[in-house]
């Protein structure tokens, strides 16, 4: 156990909905970043957070966005669900030390199917 | 953006050989590149990392080694076991912002 929590574990959805993820970092940690990964597919770097800031962007669809809270969790807003976007969305998290990076931590991931 | 390329994509070895794998980057302000090992349906884990101001790193059967100059780092395990099958992941990252991945080797250690 990482912990880094996400939830749900899995959802299912139609076309054209919207849905919400949610992650807990671990504790003391302050960097949260978010991740999609297709089937047979590498790990998309979607976007960071920093103590509630946006620090990175990566590939992240303009029908995305993403939040993060003054309690450090963070969550992730998918909305206009395409069949393209049925993945496996992870969250890692990490200290995120000014004076280099650190480990991240992943969470368990939450699967999303869209219908 | 950076870009990392990883091969092979599939790795196939004898139990007890050495697996090797290969990676390029093409931002040089990359300066930090973990290793991740995924099994099926799990999240990726670190089991290796290494910074840009050094060239070599071991922890046990695991090695990282890193070319700054040919913006490229490879990940070598000895004496592999069946339980080093899964799937590994490069990335490269820029201070700990963004963090870009390779394609992924799955790898397959014959008993």
């Known amino acids: 156990d990482s912990g880094v929590t996400q939830t749900p574990k899995h959802l299912i959805t139609a076309t054209g909905q919207r849905v919400t993820l949610r992650c807990s970092p671990r504790s003391g940690d302050l960097s949260v970043y978010w991740y999609q990964q297709s089937l047979d597919q590498g790990l998309q770097f979607l976007i960071q957070?920093?103590?509630?800031?946006?620090?990175a962007k990566g590939n992240i669809l303009e029908r995305f966005s993403a939040q993060q809270f003054p309690d450090l969790h963070s969550e992730l807003n998918l909305s206009s669900l395409e069949l393209g976007d049925s993945a496996l969305y992870f969250c890692?998290?990490?200290?995120?030390?000014?004076?280099?990076?650190?480990?991240?931590?992943f969470g368990p991931g939450t699967r999303l199917t869209v219908t | 953006g950076e870009n990392v390329e990883q091969h092979p994509s599939t790795l196939s070895v004898q139990e007890g050989d050495s697996a090797v794998i290969k990676c390029t980057y093409s931002d040089s302000a990359s300066n930090y590149f973990p290793w991740y090992k995924q099994e099926l349906g799990k999240r990726p884990q670190l089991i290796i990392d290494i910074r840009s101001n050094v060239g070599e790193k071991k922890d046990q059967r695991i090695a990282v080694t890193l070319n700054k100059t040919a913006k490229h780092f490879s990940l070598h395990i000895t004496e592999t076991q069946p339980e080093d099958s899964a799937v590994y992941f490069c990335a490269a990252s820029i201070k700990g912002n963004q963090f870009y991945f390779g394609t992924g080797t799955s790898l397959t250690v014959i008993p």
């Open positions: 890692a998290s990490s200290v995120g030390e000014a004076g280099g990076p650190g480990e991240q931590y």
């Open positions: 957070y920093y103590n509630g800031e946006e620090r």
